[in-house]
């Protein structure tokens, strides 16, 4: 079993008071706390400042805890001896173990609530960040999920367990979106129900869309000679390359619809693709190019800020 | 190790009972009960005589139910924090809405 310095988690020294382990406690966990925080890393951060909590706010495994010693973090260790019968613990294999295992576990009630008791405990919920591409998000895709659960075996001893899932992510998901795979979570106790196993899904980054609920943008770059004439584009969508017509006339900023070229949506129907049109210019031009916006410049008499010369009251 | 293809997934869209809700979130009765009086949790429009609830009741139940046990809350600051996390994820809908219609730079 690797040791953690539940003290260094929380930014402590061993001998600090009860009340500076609940004020240490409080300022991280504002801080990570990931319903709260948006800091990189808060998730995984918490947990490890929750464990230490867990422990060394409760005087009995605190104790215990010191009762291991003084180790390196990161360092494998073994209980002394006699520890376990002294905080009356359950039979545990202690290589295969994470230390939050131990005190998880320590405490159903002291000594008197060893876990051949018939408290009925549910199992524990898992829940896991699943990153897809919008692809992935369009057509349904599989992934591979590989969890540790501490698990009691058939001897009643506790250790963990390495779990691999194969979960299928229907198509429908989009950002934000959970999915819960009942049962799929921790082992329940003496009749309690097993954990689940909720997917948070996020979508990466792509290219090309960005995503809005179930529906898609797109930017659109059109020469400033197909926005005025008018053009047929090919445009790609999730779903496969679509022909889109763009009226003459064809303002920037524009947002042309493509309806249900977006994603699909869990049960029917599926998002809208919007194609938003941008007019771009070519950064090199040839000489003869370059004659043709002259001549267009001399004989065009458009003038794309006559409101300006309004809103200001005629002022130039 | 053991290989557990889930070919049920549970989406957005299920329905949970009160009973459900409890279960799945944790939450005591009583606090799930207060919760709904004060309309921290709403069920889905009324279908029926039993009310039905939805993922976002799940989520804000297991939220409550996270927060609760890190944070010590009682029902006062349980009822505060999640009406503002709920304010916070529809500006981040909202943001996200917006970043989506924006126009990229051209490269």
């Known amino acids: 079993m690797k040791y953690k310095d539940y003290y260094a988690s929380l930014g402590l020294e061993r001998g600090a008071s009860e009340e500076q382990i609940k004020k240490a406690y409080r300022r991280l966990a504002r801080k990570y706390h990931p319903d709260v925080s948006k800091e990189a890393g808060a998730e995984e951060k918490f947990k490890e400042i929750a464990e230490a909590y867990q422990t060394l706010k409760d005087p009995e495994k605190r104790a215990a805890y010191d009762q291991l010693g003084s180790h390196a973090a990161g360092q494998e260790f073994q209980p002394p001896p006699n520890w376990r019968e002294q905080f009356g613990e359950t039979p545990f294999s202690a290589e295969d173990l994470d230390l939050s295992d131990l005190f998880a576990h320590l405490h159903a009630g002291g000594g008197q609530g060893r876990r051949g008791g018939r408290m009925s405990m549910p199992g524990h919920d898992y829940e896991i960040a699943v990153a897809i591409t919008i692809e992935e998000a369009f057509h349904g895709t599989q992934i591979d999920l590989d969890l540790n659960m501490p698990e009691y075996d058939a001897e009643g001893r506790l250790r963990r367990v390495p779990h691999v899932f194969k979960a299928r992510i229907p198509k429908g998901a989009t950002d934000g979106q959970r999915l819960r795979l009942p049962g799929k979570g921790g082992k329940g106790l003496n009749g309690g129900r097993d954990g689940d196993l909720y997917l948070n899904i996020s979508l990466r980054p792509h290219p090309l869309y960005r995503a809005s609920g179930h529906d898609l943008y797109l930017d659109l770059p059109l020469a400033p000679w197909e926005a005025v004439l008018g053009t047929s584009v090919e445009l790609p969508t999730p779903g496969g390359t679509v022909r889109l017509k763009v009226p003459p006339g064809t303002q920037a900023g524009r947002q042309l619809r493509l309806p249900n070229r977006g994603l699909p949506k869990p049960k029917e129907g599926q998002g809208d693709l919007y194609a938003l049109v941008q007019i771009v210019v070519p950064s090199v031009v040839s000489e003869a190019e370059r004659e043709l916006y002259r001549k267009l410049s001399g004989d065009s008499a458009f003038d794309p800020r006559a409101h300006f010369t309004v809103e200001t009251g005629h002022a130039n | ?107």
Do not use: Y
């Open chain 2, 1 to 107: 190790m053991r290989i557990d293809a889930s070919e049920v997934l549970w989406f957005e869209q299920h329905e949970l009972s009160l009973r459900e809700l409890e279960e799945l979130s944790g939450l005591p009765h009583r606090l799930i009960v207060e919760l709904l009086e004060c309309g921290a949790i709403a069920p889905l429009a009324a279908a029926g005589t039993e009310a039905r609830f939805g993922a976002a009741a799940l989520r804000t139940a297991r939220t409550a139910g996270r927060l609760r046990a890190d944070f010590e809350l009682n029902v006062e600051a349980l009822v505060l924090a999640l009406g503002l996390l709920e304010r916070v994820a529809d500006l981040e809908a909202q943001l996200r809405e917006l970043r989506a219609r924006q126009p990229q730079p051209i490269r």
